[in-house]
């Protein structure tokens, strides 16, 4: 599997913006798709995850009900649609994936800066 994200950019407290990850594997039913986040001096942390072949989602609580997770089979692309953005969502957001057995994610997108201003 490789990933390539797109779609970050600058954007004002409140306001929304939709990252996208294109993904080249012959199939991903086996695989979780997930999105993280680097903020500035802190660690990565996953955000929102989505298992390919149901579309079971998870969501870290900094996220939850504002941070939406979800897949496009035909073009083999998982969205991150972000709403009511805050200055601390601010950072540099990564796809990963990895297959259902695995216990880490092993497969990672280059970044996409999200900046976020008050």
């Known amino acids: 599997v490789q990933l390539q994200a797109s779609g970050g950019g600058l954007v004002q407290a409140g306001g929304s913006l939709r990252l996208s990850c294109a993904a080249s594997?012959?199939?991903?039913?086996?695989?979780?798709l997930a999105w993280f986040r680097q903020a500035p001096g802190k660690e990565r942390e996953i955000l929102a995850s989505?298992?390919?072949?149901?579309?079971?989602?998870k969501y870290a609580d900094s996220v939850k009900g504002r941070f939406t997770v979800s897949r496009d089979s035909t073009k083999k692309m998982v969205y991150l649609q972000m709403n009511n953005l805050k200055p601390e969502d601010t950072g540099v957001y990564y796809c990963?994936?990895?297959?259902?057995?695995?216990?880490?994610?092993?497969?990672w997108g280059q970044g996409t800066l999200v900046t976020v201003s008050s």
């Open positions: 990963a994936a990895k297959v259902l057995s695995a216990t880490s994610y092993d497969v």
């Open positions: 594997a012959r199939t991903l039913s086996l695989y979780v």
């Open positions: 989505i298992r390919w072949s149901v579309q079971t989602t």
